[in-house]
């Protein structure tokens, strides 16, 4: 079964169950999905769905800083509620360890001569390791691979 299918399906379970807080989540999402498939005119892949899910997740995280900035737990926890029903759409993610290999591992790869090459080592980090890894753990371990 593809995500999207597996969204779908999920949308249908909340509204038996009556639980407002997935349901809202993953209407959201849908919308997100339409969104994308109607401004790209493209049939959203596994892959496109993640992407969506992963930015929708950064989202919610910045909300939550701002709101814990501006003391208010109320709509921290919101966010979080939201955040925690998106995660289930996302791969297991990789380990600090395991995302450190894999930038050392790409940097060899590509041969790098050091801190200038941090585009194209990020191009090829980005294409290998999308919905896997959290971006900014990637970007930390390719700045650290290129500096030492």
Known sequence: MSLKAQI???MKTAMRAKDSVRLGTIRLLQAAMKQKEVDERVELDNAMVIAIVDKLIKQRKDSVAAYLTAQRQDLADI???EMKVLEVYLPQR???????????AIVAE??????SDM???MGAVKAQLAGKADMGLV?????AALAG
Request: glycine residues 10%; hydrophobic residues 45%; proline residues 3%.
């Open 119 to 121: 585009g194209k080592v």
């Open 8 to 10: 779908i399906e999920d």
């Open 110 to 115: 590509v041969g790098t001569a050091g801190p």
């Open 139 to 143: 970007s930390a371990a390719v700045k």
């Open 94 to 104: 990789l380990s600090a360890e395991e995302i450190t290999a894999a930038v050392k």
């Open 79 to 81: 966010e979080s509620a």
